[in-house]
T-cell receptor
Framework: EAQVTQNPRYLITVTGKKLTVTCSQNMNHEYMSWYRQDPGLGLRQIYY???????DKGDVPEGYKVSRKEKRNFPLILESPSPNQTSLYFC????????????FGDGTRLSIL | SQQGEEDPQALSIQEGENATMNCSYKTSINNLQWYRQNSGRGLVHLIL?????REKHSGRLRVTLDTSKKSSSLLITASRAADTASYFC????????????FGKGTKLTVNP
């Protein structure tokens, strides 16, 4: 089944403790991206990647890192999480570009205390 | 700033009625996409309309695009309780980066 898989689905952690949210897709997609969703603010793009070893900032990249060492994986790294990063995070992928249908994961709910 | 903005923010209708949601954007686009999100779940792609298209249909969905007004509308006909969800438009930016910008969404409630 074609899918985007995020892990973990839920995480409660503390300020400053490094964490990684994994994202994997099995559709051989080139374009992958991360979003955060906050009440009243909608979805905002954090980072995106056009292909392996090619990443670029979205609208809200501060406090986040990403890597794209393999085509299927696009982990989101919070080196020193802070409470303002408490949010619902989504990973998405598409065939080649942002202007193509995006396939979304089921989301990761992060709470930073 | 948001590229796409939907209105209304919330819409409540009875089953069988039509629901119309609007999206406005600011810059020239290659295409515009509509997504649905059931509560707390990932977004699901509904329909994509290219900048040179004016109208597109998919089942009970009808999307229009007016590039002169930089606006789009999503019409759901004969709505069902299962259509209850939030609906988002998303736009890329022509000649710009590969960012995809989502609006804040319209929350649709269809009452049985």
């Amino acid at each position: 089944e074609a899918q985007v898989t995020q892990n973990p689905r839920y995480l409660i952690t503390v300020t400053g403790k490094k964490l990684t949210v994994t994202c994997s897709q099995n559709m051989n997609h080139e374009y992958m991206s991360w979003y955060r969703q906050d009440p009243g603010l909608g979805l905002r793009q954090i980072y995106y990647s056009m292909n392996v070893e090619v990443t670029d900032k979205g609208d809200v990249p501060e406090g986040y890192k990403v890597s794209r060492k393999e085509k299927r994986n696009f982990p989101l790294i919070l080196e020193s999480p802070s409470p303002n990063q408490t949010s619902l995070y989504f990973c998405a992928s598409s065939l080649e570009q942002s202007n193509q249908p995006q396939h979304f994961g089921d989301g990761t709910r992060l709470s930073i205390l | 700033s948001q590229q796409g903005e939907e209105d209304p923010q919330a819409l409540s209708i009875q089953e069988g009625e039509n629901a119309t949601m609007n999206c406005s954007y600011k810059t020239s686009i290659n295409n515009l996409q509509w997504y649905r999100q059931n509560s707390g779940r990932g977004l699901v792609h509904l329909i994509l309309i290219r900048s040179n298209e004016r109208e597109k249909h998919s089942g009970r969905l009808r999307v229009t695009l007016d590039t002169s007004k930089k606006s789009s509308s999503l019409l759901i006909t004969a709505s069902r309780a299962a259509d209850t969800a939030s609906y988002f438009c998303a736009t890329d930016i022509r000649g710009g980066s590969e960012k995809l910008v989502f609006g804040k969404g319209t929350k649709l409630t269809v009452n049985p």
